[in-house]
């Protein structure tokens, strides 16, 4: 007979035939007699946003027909039914296209549906004549989140703990401008230097503190998931992907952006070394996102460093662009004997045993 592959087993699951744990106890035996990952040949994270056309089709469909509902609504000149309905809409159609068809696609517009239209009746049932306030902000992304949350109890779509993390942004802004009005204020932020002074230390330690939480909070909520599932089969390793990609933003963004703000030699360097260190981590907790959010400020130090070596303007683009192609794809084609070298070198522990397996440095 011939050997099952970790996506026969992941259809499987997807089809009923396996519970999320009967598959992950199989994996890991297949795994623990195999030695690891030695024979496995997909080393990436698992990621999907359709199995096929016929879910584009259908989310194409849910979309004109959520559309057509809406527009009734509004010809009624009833606002407040638009997010009612779509709320309701919403909830029906995840019963039969999540629930029993478990197609990805439709679960992602119809959680992201639900969100759209949770904020919206939120917002309007706090609508009042004064300026919306930053507690009217707090209220309202609370409530989303928490209407989120039992929607992700409901339906386990991992994409909804994306939505649920986009409302922790809102709260964790909307908290400290409670709490620090005058750091967050609109003319304060541009006063400031603008929009990018939120990921600034030193130019608005409040705004960019809070990101910088965020994303902590955020990480470790992910490797709670990841730490679970580190053999990567069940839906916990979805669900820590998408907020790895809220996390990583908000960590390098604020980390690097401070770091570079503190201005010659000096700056640069310790935004360098500061990617080394990210570079480490991701490879550690095999998670790409970390190092893709840091694709940008790598650029900006090695432009730096070509115009510290006085290199023509043009030159130093070219050379830029070679440098960092060169980097990203190395690291990606030999991301598992980078990841294998760097884990057999981490002390045994464990925190160790409950990351991602490797194969042994040959």
């Known amino acids: 007979m011939a050997e099952l592959a970790a996506d026969d087993i992941r259809a499987a699951v997807a089809a009923g035939v396996l519970s999320e744990a009967q598959a992950a106890r199989l994996i890991a035996i297949a795994e623990a007699r195999r030695g690891f990952r030695l024979n496995m040949g997909d080393d990436d994270e698992p990621f999907e946003l359709f199995k096929g056309f016929s879910e584009i089709f259908v989310t194409v469909g849910l979309i004109l027909l ?16 638009v997010p009612i309905i779509t709320l309701v809409l919403s909830v029906v159609f995840a019963r039969y296209f999540t629930l029993r068809r478990r197609m990805t696609l439709p679960s992602i517009y119809l959680a992201s549906g639900f969100a759209f239209s949770a904020m919206w009746l939120v917002s309007r049932l706090l609508m009042t004549p004064d300026p919306v306030s930053q507690l009217d902000s707090l209220i309202a992304f609370l409530a989303t989140g928490a209407l989120l949350i039992g929607y992700f109890a409901v339906f386990r779509v991992p994409f909804t703990l994306f939505l649920v993390g986009l409302c922790g942004i809102g709260v964790a802004f909307s908290l400290a401008g409670v709490l620090f009005p005058d750091s967050l204020s609109g003319v304060s932020v541009f006063a400031r230097g603008g929009w990018k002074s939120l990921t600034d230390l030193g130019t608005n330690p409040v705004a960019s503190m809070t990101l910088l939480l965020f994303g902590i909070i955020a990480f470790a909520f992910a490797m709670r998931f990841d730490l679970r599932d580190p053999h990567r089969i069940s839906r916990n390793a979805a669900n820590a992907f998408w907020l790895h990609i809220l996390a990583a933003p908000a960590i390098v963004n604020v980390v690097t952006v401070s770091l570079l703000n503190v201005g010659g030699t000096a700056g640069y360097l310790l ?18 996102s970390f190092l893709t959010a840091g694709i940008i400020y790598i650029g900006t ?25 060169a980097f990203i794809t190395a690291t990606g084609t030999w991301w598992t004997q980078l990841r294998a070298r760097i884990m057999a070198i981490l002390p045994d522990s464990a925190l160790k045993s409950k990351l991602p397996p490797y194969s042994e440095v040959p």
């Not at 959520?66 to 039914?81: D, K």
């Not at 935004?271 to 790409?288: M, S």
């Open 66 to 81: 959520s559309g057509g509902f809406v527009a009734l609504s509004l010809v009624l000149t009833n606002l407040i039914a």
């Open 271 to 288: 935004a360098a070394l500061a990617l080394v260190v990210i570079t480490l981590v991701a490879l550690i907790i095999d998670r790409r």
């Open 301 to 325: 130090i090695l432009a730096w460093a070509m115009s510290a070596a006085n290199v023509d303007a043009g030159w130093g683009f070219v050379w830029t662009l070679l440098l960092m192609g």
